[in-house]
């Protein structure tokens, strides 16, 4: 951070981090088989019945899914970190 001012391929690189490792902690869940029971639990948190059936394990899609997720995750702090600045300026 310089100032008022951010740098937006770092804001960018730590939310895209950080949705990419909740995303892999997501597939660790679902590759332990312990998924379904937290959604079951959150949803009940919530006073909801479960809709959701948690599908199998595929490396390649959970690959995909952070990478995915990460890149996703990039852009949109990479936007926010240039509307920041933006902003600043006015």
């Known amino acids: 951070m310089k100032g008022n001012k951010v740098v937006p391929h770092t804001v960018g690189l730590a939310l895209g981090g ?7 902690v997501w597939s660790l869940l679902v ?8 959604l079951d639990w959150i949803f009940g948190l919530h006073f909801i019945e479960n809709p959701y059936v948690v599908g199998e394990f595929n490396f390649s899609t959970a690959v995909i899914l952070v990478v995915v997720t990460f890149v996703c995750g990039y852009v949109v702090g990479w936007v926010f970190g240039t509307i920041w600045n933006w902003a600043r300026k006015k």
């Open 31 to 38: 590759y332990t088989e312990l998924a379904q029971g937290y």
């Open 18 to 24: 950080f949705v990419a490792v909740m995303h892999a």
